[in-house]
């Protein structure tokens, strides 16, 4: 809807539908304002001239590093069984996923996920950092 209609109140539904899940994943009012402010601007004024959909063929295959996936249970975007399945077959250096309950696409915001990443990379040898 907002890609079509601009609009603070569209781009506002679309964070609290498909983004963020509240009441368990919001953020505070004034972090709010500024991400609906920073798509707004995106939506009006990026001329996006990127390839889409963009096939990374083996791309993936050639990650060394080590991967822990999290993914959101309510991500609207990129559902997360397929992204498991995909990261399983395409990432061979996947150490382990989570999923996160009552968590949107904006995973990266979500205070538990930004935790568990913490503790995940306080455990890893120090030849794999």
């Keep these: 809807m907002p890609i079509l209609f601009p609009s603070r109140k569209n781009v ?3 964070l609290d539908k498909a983004i963020l899940r ?14 609906i402010d920073y798509e707004l601007f995106a939506l009006t004024q990026y001329n996006d001239h990127t390839q889409k959909p963009y096939y ?10 080590t991967v822990f ?11 997360f069984e397929k992204s ?10 996947l150490r382990e996923f989570s999923t996160l309950p009552n968590v949107g696409h904006g995973i990266e ?3 538990e996920a930004i ?7 306080e455990r890893l040898p120090i030849a794999e950092l």
Aim: proline share 7%.
């Design 115 to 121: 935790q568990l990443m913490k503790t995940r990379i």
């Design 84 to 93: 498991i399945v995909n990261a399983q077959r395409e990432l061979p250096s």
């Design 69 to 79: 996936l999290l993914v959101g249970e309510h991500d609207l975007l990129f559902p």
């Design 22 to 35: 509240k009441p368990n994943h919001d953020l505070p009012v004034n972090y709010k304002e500024l991400l």
């Design 109 to 111: 915001t979500y205070q």
């Design 12 to 14: 506002l539904k679309f």
């Design 56 to 65: 990374m063929k083996g791309e993936l295959e050639t990650i060394d590093t």
